[in-house]
């Protein structure tokens, strides 16, 4: 019989959707399957508009208009999306030098962001300068490690969110990178960074059993992986519980598929990321069987690989 | 309590826990999707909302601001795109203060075109060229200091600097370091301009942090586009700067 724990399959092999192969196991009637798409996004820079055709390595790549059309499709087919941002919305065209970041913000509200963490880059016209935006929002900006009691952007974030879709109930939360030695210190004066370990844990720990979430996301600033001693989501992912998914950024990583690793309980949790600029628009397809406690037909056995 | 009824209390609360249903997380399957010249329709609704602000920009970025007479290309340890790069911090960084500036450095890394064709130059290639809003400073260095920051760019192969520096990379270090045609006084101060970025440190040039420095609160891209500009109004292209300050 199945635990509730599961064991991540090693291959992303199709679900198997009906109970007909396992006539000893199969209640009365056949499970009832949900299914929650996410997409996501990181480090979009202010690519509003695809890269230009200068023969640059990354010409015709991107722009906001046609991911539209893309997140639109995919809406269509989908009863159950979630759009997320890990960060750094700001930085990397002129439309960000030009106009502060305004566009950025109503382009991811018409598009129906649900949430978004903030990157280092976006305190690059201050936390004053970030704060400023907020107005053309409709999503909230979630962060757990950041204290802005002492800024403009008092009251502004929150730590997280939670979303029902379909009678499933998704937590969100988000994580930000250490700012010292990364943004000048003017830009993001009196904003008090803190552990983002302690922070995520203490979280997912209250979206896990006091709200009572059946999935918990993290979004993640802090970067994929690092050769020196430094937090990364690998380093989360390992070190924190209650935690399912990490969408990461900040390192701008292409990753072809998200990686399985063990929490400190042993349990499974994946990590993604979708490079930078818009170029790649990421989506997990996560399944969810309604069944009896301890009892889950369709559950996949997660291996997880050694870290 | 018996045997039986602590049995019986046990198979209740059994039963009671599997009635409810729980949502088991089941499978996840990932898929990406790159978003290729060609390969969704534009959303025009979209479209509609970016066209005012890009009208708006492209006005700015499109306005010629100077010409360029030949093609400069960025290069190590000096190139035409360096020089007159570094020529155009320190004349306008000059132009800011009221003591003499005895030379402008600017980090390798921070010029973000290969090269500057030839023909006119607008405000949006110039915006490409320095894409980051770093800001001026002056910095009061001393002579060994001067040393020290001239043999990390010997380290990496030579970075940008003003026409009122030259040096020798010898075994990765530089030597027979010359300002303003005077051999470099290891005890002496120097003037210098420096962008915040490497002037805070960044590009492991961290002995810089915390020497006296004055904010002259200048984006080293408005420096290149008032440059440019000035130069045109006068009647003058972007000058082709062929010397080699370093050498090997």
């Known amino acids: ?307 | 309590m018996t045997k039986y009824t602590l049995a019986a209390l046990v198979h209740l609360a059994v039963l009671l826990t599997s009635c409810s249903k729980v949502n088991h997380l089941a499978d996840v399957k990932p898929r990406t999707y790159r978003i290729e010249k060609a390969s969704y329709p534009v959303d025009v609704r979209i479209a509609a909302l970016i066209e005012p602000y890009k009208l708006q920009l492209d006005k700015t970025m499109n306005e010629v601001v100077g010409y360029c007479p030949e093609e400069l290309v960025k290069g190590k340890p000096s190139s035409t795109l360096t020089n007159w790069f570094t020529d155009v911090l320190l004349e306008e960084t000059q132009a800011l203060s009221d003591e003499r500036v005895d030379f402008a450095v600017q980090n390798y890394g921070g010029i973000r075109i290969p090269a500057l064709s030839k023909g006119p130059v607008t405000v949006g290639k110039l915006y490409e060229l320095m894409p980051f809003d770093n800001i001026m400073f002056i910095q009061k260095l001393k002579g060994s200091d001067v040393k020290l920051l001239f043999n990390r760019m010997a380290e990496s192969g030579g970075w940008p600097v003003s026409r009122s520096v030259s040096f020798k990379i010898e075994y990765g270090k530089a030597e027979n370091i010359k300002i303003n045609g005077v051999a470099l006084d290891t005890t002496a101060t120097y003037t210098a301009a420096i962008p915040d970025y490497i002037a805070n440190g960044g590009d492991n040039m961290t002995f810089l942090t915390g020497l006296p420095s004055k904010n002259t609160g200048v984006l080293i891209r408005d420096m290149l586009i008032k440059n440019v500009r000035d130069r045109h109004a006068r009647g003058l292209q972007i000058p082709v700067l062929k010397e080699q300050r370093i050498t090997e």
């Open chain 1, 1 to 307: 019989m199945n635990r509730r724990q599961f064991i991540i399959h090693s291959s992303y092999s199709g679900l198997l959707l009906s109970t007909g192969m396992f006539p000893l196991m199969a209640s009365s009637s056949e499970p009832e399957i949900g299914r929650l798409t996410i997409l996501h996004t990181n480090d979009v820079h202010s690519r509003i508009e695809p890269f230009p055709m200068d023969g640059g390595k990354n010409e015709g790549l991107g722009g906001v208009a046609k991911r539209a059309t893309l997140i639109q499709r995919i809406r269509e087919e989908q009863k159950n999306v979630l759009l997320l941002d890990a960060g750094d919305i700001f930085q990397g065209t002129p439309y960000f030098n030009f106009f502060g970041g305004e566009l950025e913000m109503k382009l991811m509200s018409q598009l129906g962001y649900d949430a978004a963490t903030i990157g280092n880059h976006d305190f690059d016209a201050g936390v004053e300068g970030l704060e400023k935006q907020l107005v053309h929002a409709n999503f909230p900006l979630l962060v757990t490690n950041y204290d802005f009691s002492d800024t403009a952007m008092n009251g502004k974030t929150r730590p997280y969110k939670i979303f029902r879709k379909g009678g499933l109930k998704i937590g969100v939360f988000g994580v930000g990178i250490e700012l010292s030695g990364l943004v000048p210190e003017k830009l993001y004066r009196g904003t008090v960074y803190s552990d983002p370990v302690a922070a995520a844990q203490k979280w997912a720990q209250t979206l896990r059993y006091e709200e009572k979430c059946d999935f918990v996301i993290c979004l993640s600033h802090l970067g994929y992986k690092y050769d020196e001693q430094k937090v990364s989501d690998r380093v989360l992912a390992q070190t924190t519980s209650e935690i399912d998914l990490i969408i990461g950024g900040h390192t701008h990583t292409f990753m072809k598929e998200p990686e399985r690793l063990a929490n400190k309980d042993g349990k499974p949790v994946l990590v993604n990321q979708v490079g930078w600029a818009g170029i790649v628009l990421g989506r997990l397809d996560v399944y969810f069987e309604k069944n009896k406690k301890g009892t889950c037909v369709t559950c996949k056995n997660l291996l997880v690989k050694p870290a």
